[in-house]
């Protein structure tokens, strides 16, 4: 059995940070986004590779997940053992610049 793909210190602020905004509107909304995020990252730490490469936004090592009936992505690394979540970004933001510092991105766990 795959272990689930984890979440870097930032990936973790960012999914408390949408879900208290998802919150302010609807509980059940922020519970379903943290629902949302938990199987996704059951699902990648299954299929590292089943995300989706976007070398417009960020190097090859990383991989894009869009979450299931939210507007949000998790940019995570597959090669990790297992997989780390690096970012959980809204889509409307602009993306570019918003993921511009994963080129520096630490590859070890303790340095995020």
């Known amino acids: 059995m795959s272990r689930a793909a984890i979440l870097a210190p930032r990936a973790r602020a960012e ?3 949408a879900a208290r905004f998802l ?8 519970r379903g986004f943290r629902l ?10 299954a299929r590292p590779l089943a995300g989706r490469a976007r070398l ?4 090859a090592r990383y991989r894009f ?3 299931k009936r939210y507007p949000y992505l998790m940019v995570y690394e597959a090669a990790s053992q ?3 979540i690096a970012r959980i ?3 409307a933001r602009d993306l570019a ?9 630490p590859k070890d766990p303790d340095d995020s």
């Open 23 to 30: 919150a302010k509107d609807s509980e059940s909304a922020a």
């Open 82 to 84: 297992p997989p780390r």
């Open 56 to 59: 417009d936004l960020a190097p």
């Open 89 to 91: 970004v809204h889509m």
């Open 15 to 17: 999914l408390v940070e």
């Open 65 to 67: 997940w869009s979450l």
């Open 97 to 105: 610049p918003l993921l511009a510092d994963l080129q520096d991105w």
């Open 36 to 45: 949302a995020v938990v199987e996704a990252a059951h699902l990648i730490g």
